[in-house]
């Protein structure tokens, strides 16, 4: 995999065990490398995201007991995958989440592949390991980029049907942050939005890959972890207010209407 360089810049806590031991943990930023190794994206996220503050992690789903939806973690690492880091990354990652968020549209770009290939079909890629192709789109390019140019890279990639249909909840979280917080026209994200209501009504919620569902729990090296950053935030001379979308803990964050 071709990677941009990334600077890993550790995260250092210390804290006292119950024997009375000094523990030291390192928070450092995921390997690009292994970008599906969700539980270090999600350590990541949960620290550097300041949940319960400001959460600015677009698309990735947060309960109030900073308990983080799996769909929207693995969403959060496919579009980012794809993407080679540029000035544009986060254009090209909104137009890949939007198009995630209306199901069925990335089902038809394949049956119209295959139906043009009929003697090479699109076979997805299986396995632990994968061959990503990503994308790089020039600054001056990034308002160019829209839906077929994000279908083709999911295509050129041959990413599977499942794994899009699973990340839907990532493009829907994504889509209904945008009507809380976006300073772009709300036109756009609401013609995504009566596309994706269309869709869901005649085909349904897509599935889940069970293994990959549900909420993540905090763990105990999260909790200190997000206790010091807390009590660091707390000093600055103007704490920052809690925003963001936030679930009901358990709650199913499917919306069906997300701004009518």
Same mark, same amino acid.
């Given at each position: 995999?071709?990677?941009?360089?990334?600077?890993?810049? !550790?995260?250092?806590?210390?804290?006292?065990?119950?024997?009375?031991?000094?523990?030291?943990?390192?928070?450092?930023?995921?390997?690009?490398?292994?970008?599906?190794?969700?539980?270090?994206?999600?350590?990541?996220?949960?620290?550097?995201?300041?949940?319960?503050?400001?959460? #600015?992690?677009?698309? #990735?789903?947060?309960?109030?007991?900073?308990?983080?939806?799996?769909? &929207?973690?693995?969403?959060?690492?496919?579009?980012?995958?794809?993407?080679?880091?540029?000035?544009?990354?986060?254009?090209?990652?909104?137009?890949?989440?939007?198009?995630?968020?209306?199901?069925?549209?990335?089902? *038809?770009?394949?049956?119209?592949?295959?139906?043009?290939?009929? *003697?090479? !079909?699109?076979?997805?890629?299986?396995?632990?390991?994968?061959?990503?192709?990503?994308?790089?789109?020039?600054?001056?390019?990034?308002?160019?980029?829209?839906?077929? %140019?994000?279908?083709? $890279?999911?295509?050129?990639?041959?990413?599977? @049907?499942?794994?899009?249909?699973?990340?839907?909840?990532?493009?829907?979280? /994504?889509?209904?942050?945008?009507?809380?917080?976006?300073?772009?026209?709300? %036109?756009?994200?609401?013609?995504?939005?009566?596309?994706?209501?269309?869709? $869901?009504?005649? +085909?349904? &919620?897509? !599935?889940?890959?069970?293994?990959?569902?549900?909420?993540?729990?905090?763990?105990?090296?999260?909790?200190?972890? @997000?206790?010091?950053?807390?009590? *660091? *935030?707390?000093?600055?001379?103007?704490?920052?207010?809690?925003?963001? @979308?936030? /679930? +009901? #803990?358990?709650?199913?964050?499917?919306?069906?209407?997300?701004?009518?």
């Amino acid at each position: 995999m071709d990677l941009v360089e990334q600077r890993h810049i !550790p995260m250092r806590r210390k804290r006292v065990k119950e024997d009375g031991t000094l523990a030291l943990h390192v928070m450092r930023a995921p390997d690009p490398a292994h970008p599906f190794d969700l539980e270090q994206v999600a350590q990541y996220v949960l620290i550097f995201g300041w949940p319960g503050m400001e959460n #600015i992690w677009q698309g #990735i789903a947060f309960d109030y007991a900073f308990c983080m939806h799996w769909q &929207t973690l693995f969403g959060f690492a496919l579009c980012r995958a794809l993407c080679a880091n540029s000035a544009a990354k986060s254009s090209v990652v909104r137009r890949l989440a939007l198009v995630i968020a209306q199901p069925r549209m990335y089902h *038809e770009a394949v049956a119209s592949y295959n139906a043009a290939f009929l *003697e090479r !079909p699109l076979v997805a890629q299986y396995g632990s390991h994968l061959n990503i192709l990503q994308v790089h789109v020039p600054d001056d390019q990034a308002c160019n980029f829209l839906d077929d %140019d994000a279908l083709r $890279v999911l295509l050129h990639n041959h990413i599977l @049907l499942d794994w899009v249909d699973h990340a839907y909840t990532y493009g829907m979280v /994504y889509l209904k942050q945008q009507f809380h917080n976006s300073m772009m026209s709300m %036109d756009i994200f609401k013609d995504v939005d009566n596309k994706r209501i269309e869709h $869901v009504s005649r +085909y349904g &919620t897509p !599935p889940a890959i069970p293994q990959w569902d549900g909420w993540r729990e905090m763990t105990e090296d999260d909790h200190y972890h @997000l206790m010091f950053k807390h009590a *660091e *935030e707390r000093l600055l001379p103007v704490p920052p207010e809690a925003t963001g @979308l936030y /679930y +009901y #803990i358990g709650m199913d964050p499917n919306w069906v209407h997300l701004w009518k």
